[in-house]
T-cell receptor
Framework: NAGVTQTPKFQVLKTGQSMTLQCAQDMNHEYMSWYRQDPGMGLRLIHYSVGAGITDQGEVPNGYNVSRSTTEDFPLRLLSAAPSQTSVYFCASTLQGSYNSPLHFGNGTRLTVT | AQTVTQSQPEMSVQEAETVTLSCTYD???????LFWYKQPPSRQMILVIR??????QNATENRFSVNFQKAAKSFSLKISDSQLGDAAMYFC???????????FGAGTILRVKS
């Protein structure tokens, strides 16, 4: 059982480049979300989804796009990378919301934008 | 908006001793969930303990227990018989009832001395 799988583990981008962070889960979880982790700020919610075809913004959505075409996948797109997006990104999933089941995290992607 | 504050950027504890990590939060909701997550150097996010706000009884998981003071909006984590493997960053987090949008504190680095 793979759980939540994020790829790549590390990435370096130049300012203005675009890329997609991949996230897949094999637990048939309805809820998926993306967080970024920055020193001294903890984790902050970027975007989340409560099911296929449904996405919504979190606390820090600017500069990021998401889509949820299948239950399993929830990619995060950076359209034009900026140095301020240098961070560690975590994807997470839960069956019905954290009130009922714990959040499962991927192992993170460390992104550096130069 | 809900906020979570961890006032201790770093703590140290001697092996086999007890340490308490502090967390306060701000919310106008009456029903919500509180969590402590552990992040070792591997970057993996591991759920340590979970507390439902409607339960007066403090949650306990083996050597980990919480002191939940709802009126004071305080949620501290006590680690008993500290072990070297407890060394990690610890995050306090809040989620609304039926939510899937965790709000994290900035984290506390716990160092365990042998």
């Amino acid at each position: 059982n793979a759980g939540v799988t994020q790829t790549p583990k590390f990435q370096v981008l130049k300012t203005g480049q675009s890329m997609t962070l991949q996230c897949a889960q094999d637990m048939n979880h309805e809820y998926m979300s993306w967080y970024r982790q920055d020193p001294g700020m903890g984790l902050r919610l970027i975007h989340y989804s409560v099911g296929a075809g449904i996405t919504d913004q979190g606390e820090v959505p600017n500069g990021y796009n998401v889509s949820r075409s299948t239950t399993e996948d929830f990619p995060l797109r950076l359209l034009s990378a900026a140095p301020s997006q240098t961070s560690v990104y975590f994807c997470a999933s839960t069956l019905q919301g954290s009130y009922n089941s714990p959040l499962h995290f991927g192992n993170g992607t460390r992104l550096t934008v130069t | 908006a809900q906020t979570v504050t961890q006032s201790q950027p770093e703590m140290s504890v001697q092996e086999a001793e007890t340490v308490t990590l502090s967390c306060t939060y701000d919310t106008s909701e009456s029903d919500y969930y509180l969590f402590w997550y552990k992040q070792p150097p591997s970057r993996q996010m591991i759920l340590v303990i979970r507390q439902e706000a409607y339960k007066q009884q403090n949650a306990t998981e083996n050597r980990f227990s919480v002191n939940f003071q709802k009126a004071a909006k305080s949620f501290s984590l006590k680690i008993s018989d500290s072990q070297l493997g407890d060394a990690a960053m610890y995050f306090c987090a809040y989620d609304m009832e039926y939510g899937n949008k965790l709000v994290f504190g900035a984290g506390t680095i716990l160092r365990v001395k042998s």
